[in-house]
T-cell receptor, first 113, second 116 residues
């Protein structure tokens, strides 16, 4: 595997389900990110982990719970989601120093019924 | 707070012609970074080009160049010799300086369609 991978690529869940999104980066980076991309809205930064510590939480509802067990893996745990949470969830990684570009995964298309 | 404005929801260009995608930004920072990303229909965001606020020369990467006009706070992307594979959404983004240089703020994007 190379770059940033995300699984699953597509997910359909009910509002009472619990699921997790997984992201893995193979670039040796030390920062990882979760973004939400809804239709007709700019990408929204949700969480940032740098050196495995959460450094940013952009007022994201508690039904989204991130986990970063090491610098290569990032999870987004989902529970009791709402239909408006349906979106493309993108993971990215970068080196945290200076203006380094972020490398993105292919995303998980989430549909909440 | 930083803001990115992309005023062109959609653009059309003929294959092999050049196209300019507009981006203006608003920031009070003296130091910042500007980025362009491409998002094909598959969903993955692909990094294209970077411009630092103190870079004196416009950035270029192959067929991509960034027309950076600091006083006007604009960072337009120029794609030369368009190809059918260039059809995608294009996002302008920026990061602030200092310890928050990981915070990418994105514009709403421009959908580019390349016609044969």
């Amino acid at each position: 595997e190379t770059g940033v991978t995300q699984t699953p690529r597509h997910l359909v869940m009910g509002m009472t389900n619990k699921k997790s999104l997984k992201c893995e980066q193979h670039l040796g980076h030390n920062a990882m990110y979760w973004y939400k991309q809804s239709a007709k809205k700019p990408l929204e930064l949700m969480f940032v982990y740098s050196l495995e510590e959460r450094v940013e939480n952009n007022s994201v509802p508690s039904r989204f719970s991130p986990e970063c067990p090491n610098s290569s893996h990032l999870f987004l745990h989902l529970h009791t989601l709402q239909p408006e949470d349906s979106a493309l969830y993108l993971c990215a990684s970068s080196q945290s120093d200076s203006y380094n570009e972020q490398f993105f995964g292919p995303g998980t298309r989430l549909t909440v019924l | 707070a930083q803001k990115i404005t992309q005023t062109q929801p959609g653009m059309f260009v003929q294959e092999k012609e050049a196209v300019t995608l507009d981006c203006t930004y608003d920031t009070s920072d003296q130091s910042y970074g500007l980025f362009w990303y491409k998002q094909p229909s598959s969903g993955e965001m692909i990094f294209l080009i970077y411009q630092g606020s103190y870079d004196e020369q416009n950035a270029t990467e192959g067929r991509y160049s960034l027309n950076f006009q600091k006083a006007r706070k604009s960072a337009n992307l120029v794609i030369s010799a368009s190809q059918l594979g260039d059809s995608a959404m294009y996002f302008c983004a920026m990061t602030p300086g200092g310890g928050s240089n990981y915070k990418l703020t994105f514009g709403k994007g421009t959908l580019l369609t390349v016609n044969p």
